[in-house]
C-alpha cells in the first residue's frame, strides 16, 4: 500500500511570507493528522480530522495557521504569515481509524526554513 | 508542559548486546503507548505499543515495559543490530481524547558494528 504522501519537501521563505502543505494520506483511512517537530523535540499535534470534519485544533495557532480537509482526503495546512519560530518539520500522519490504539502511519514531512 | 519525557538524548550500544530506551510520563491518565523509530529525512514508523492493562508486550527483537505505578516505560531491543541506529519517541494517549499522542523528545540511538 502506498504510504503517505507529503509535498514540498524543502520550503524555504522569509519571514512574513506565506507557505502551504499538501498531505494525501493512506487510502482508506479516516483521520488524518499534522504535527509540527522542532529541532531536538518530538512532534506536537496541531489538528486531526476525522473525514472531514475537525476532531481536535487546540494547539493550533488559529491566528496564523489554518488547516481544511475539504473531500476527506487529502488536506492542506497553511502558514500565513510565517515567523522565524515557525521552522520546523511538518509531518502528517493518518489511521484506519481513530482511538488511543490505532497506530499512526506517517509522511517524511515537508522541512520549513524560515529567513 | 512536557507530559513525556525521554530524558537521554542519544545511547550507544554495541552490535549483539541490549539497547534499553526509556520513557517516563507524568499524566496517570495515560492508557496507551506506543514507540515510534524514526530515520533521517523520514517520518516516524511504528514500531511497538503497549495498553496499560499489560505491563509487558514483546514483538521479536523488541519488547516494552510498562510499570504504571513508577510512570515509566522502556523499550529494549535484543540483540542491538546496526540497522537499529535511529531516533526512538515514546508516545502516549488516553481515552477519550481521539487520538491525541504525546511525544517524548526522543533517544538517538546507535549500534556500533
Known amino acids: 500500500e502506498a504510504g503517505v504522501a507529503q509535498s514540498p519537501r524543502y520550503k524555504i521563505i522569509e519571514k512574513r511570507q506565506s507557505v502551504a502543505f499538501w498531505c494525501n494520506p493512506i487510502?482508506?483511512?479516516?483521520?488524518l493528522y499534522w504535527y509540527q517537530q522542532i529541532l531536538g523535540q518530538g512532534p506536537k499535534l496541531l489538528i486531526q480530522?476525522?473525514?472531514?470534519?475537525?476532531?481536535?485544533d487546540s494547539q493550533l495557532p488559529k491566528d496564523r495557521f489554518s488547516a481544511e480537509r475539504l473531500k476527506g482526503v487529502d488536506s492542506t495546512l497553511k502558514i500565513q504569515p510565517a515567523k522565524l519560530e515557525d521552522s520546523a518539520v511538518y509531518l502528517c500522519?493518518?489511521?484506519?481509524?481513530?482511538?488511543?490504539?490505532?497506530?499512526?502511519?506517517f509522511g517524511d514531512g515537508t522541512r520549513l526554513s524560515i529567513l | 508542559d512536557q507530559q513525556v519525557k525521554q530524558n537521554s538524548p542519544s545511547l550507544s550500544v554495541q552490535e549483539g548486546r541490549i539497547s534499553i530506551l526509556n520513557c517516563d510520563y507524568t499524566?496517570?491518565?495515560?492508557?496507551?503507548f506506543l514507540w515510534y523509530k524514526k530515520y533521517p529525512a523520514e517520518g516516524p514508523t511504528f514500531l511497538i505499543s503497549?495498553?496499560?492493562?499489560?505491563d509487558k508486550n514483546e514483538d521479536g527483537r523488541f519488547t516494552v515495559f510498562l510499570n504504571k505505578s513508577a510512570k515509566h516505560l522502556s523499550l529494549h531491543i535484543v540483540p542491538s543490530q546496526p540497522g537499529d541506529s535511529a531516533v526512538y519517541f515514546c508516545?502516549?494517549?488516553?481515552?477519550?481524547?481521539?487520538?491525541?499522542?504525546?511525544f517524548g523528545t526522543g533517544t538517538s540511538l546507535t549500534v556500533i558494528p
Open positions: 503497549i495498553s496499560s492493562i499489560k
Open positions: 499524566n496517570s491518565m495515560f492508557d496507551y
Open positions: 500522519a493518518s489511521s484506519f481509524l481513530q482511538g488511543p490504539n490505532q497506530p499512526q502511519h
Open positions: 480530522f476525522q473525514n472531514n470534519g475537525v476532531v481536535d
Open positions: 508516545a502516549a494517549s488516553k481515552a477519550g481524547t481521539g487520538n491525541q499522542f504525546y
Open positions: 487510502s482508506g483511512h479516516a483521520t
